[in-house]
């Protein structure tokens, strides 16, 4: 029997996230969930702030228990002053809100305009918090809603620990997807091949570690995203003696070696880190690469700090036909996360 096709053989590819959105995807946050212990009350008005920001550029899809937690979500959104215009609620139960990881990943043919969903196995960062069911039923559950093909690759990928320029390149880190807790039966090789095969590239880069208190083992999109084809922005610590410098300095130093699929060197964009985020006397990892590019906004999170102002002016810089807006993050940065790891997108 011969093996299906995959979708790189069909045509598809995963669209670079500047390009054309139909929606962003978010998962209302449960007050029962473990992300946020005794913050909870804090968050709703941090997603109220970030669908007031998206709505004027696209709909906002939001992933709810049922239909008590929509009443519930609506009254949020509504109380925090988010117009629901927009915002489409489907009840897709999942336990925690990290869409980005437990979300459907798009791809696109890029010559039919076909849209098709690729469903990864998701286990919660190697099974770091169980349980972890019916998040990973969410990218099935979209994919019928939109009535669109879904390919299975059999392998666990998060959504944040990969980032693509739309054209056959993708970076990862070593950290995140060669560690034994994800596919220990599959060869950094297997893995490779699996990724060109379901999202359409054809070159893969790979940084080193993630930052201090990242429990995703080291997702790139802490670290190091596209922001154009051969263009990535890049975090990147200056103080010797805090514990991010080396792992960044690393990080660093590899993308100075790297080019993209057209053998093109990259041009970086160093970030600034934030001064260190702590909550409970535990360092969370904070960054502004964490942040999401939307129709029209790119959304970037600030920790109430000086650096703030000065990781929006470089976005903003390269970012000339959209608004680079800064969201208080810091209520996030306690559940590990922050705007990127929360949004999925739709491509158009």
């Known amino acids: 029997m011969s093996e299906a096709p995959t979708p790189a053989s069909l045509g598809f590819r995963m669209p670079a996230e500047w390009e054309s959105h139909a929606a962003t995807w978010l998962t209302w946050p449960r007050p029962e969930g473990i992300s946020f212990p005794d913050i909870h009350e804090r968050i709703p008005p941090v997603y109220a702030k970030l669908i007031e920001t998206l709505a004027p550029h696209e709909d906002v899809c939001v992933n709810v228990w049922d239909a008590d937690a ?4 609506r009254k949020a959104l509504q109380a925090n002053g988010a117009s629901l215009e927009r915002v489409r609620f489907h009840h897709h139960q999942a336990y925690e809100p990290w869409c980005r990881d437990h979300g459907p990943i798009f791809i696109r043919n890029a010559e039919t305009g076909e849209r098709a969903v690729t469903d990864w196995e998701y286990n919660a960062w190697g099974g770091k918090y169980p349980p972890f069911d019916l998040d990973n039923e969410v990218p099935a559950k979209i994919a019928g809603l939109r009535g669109l093909k879904r390919f299975v690759p059999g392998m666990v990928l998060e959504g944040g620990s990969i980032d693509v320029n739309g054209g056959g390149t993708l970076l990862t880190t070593e950290s995140c997807l060669l560690n034994p807790n994800r596919n220990p039966g599959l060869s950094k090789v297997e893995i490779e091949e699996r990724l060109k095969a379901f999202l359409g590239v054809t070159k893969i880069l790979w940084l080193g570690d993630g930052i201090v208190g990242d429990d995703t083992d080291g997702h790139v999109d802490d670290l190091t995203r596209f922001i154009a084809p051969n263009v990535v922005a890049t975090a990147v610590e200056e103080d010797p003696d805090d514990v991010n410098c080396a792992a960044l300095q690393d990080n660093l130093e590899r993308l100075r070696s790297m080019t993209d699929q057209a053998g093109r060197p990259l041009r970086i964009v160093e ?27 790119v959304i ?14 470089i976005l903003q810089a390269e970012f000339p036909d959209r608004r680079v807006a800064g969201i208080d993050s810091t209520d996030l940065a306690w559940g590990f996360g922050s705007f990127h790891c929360i949004t999925q997108q739709e491509p158009g």
């Open 70 to 73: 929509e009443a519930v979500a």
């Open 271 to 297: 970030l600034p880190m934030p001064a260190p985020v702590t909550f409970r006397g535990e360092r969370l990892p904070a960054s502004y690469a964490n942040f999401y590019i939307a129709n029209g906004v």
């Open 300 to 313: 970037v999170p600030t920790y109430r700090c000086a650096n703030d102002a000065k990781a929006i002016e």
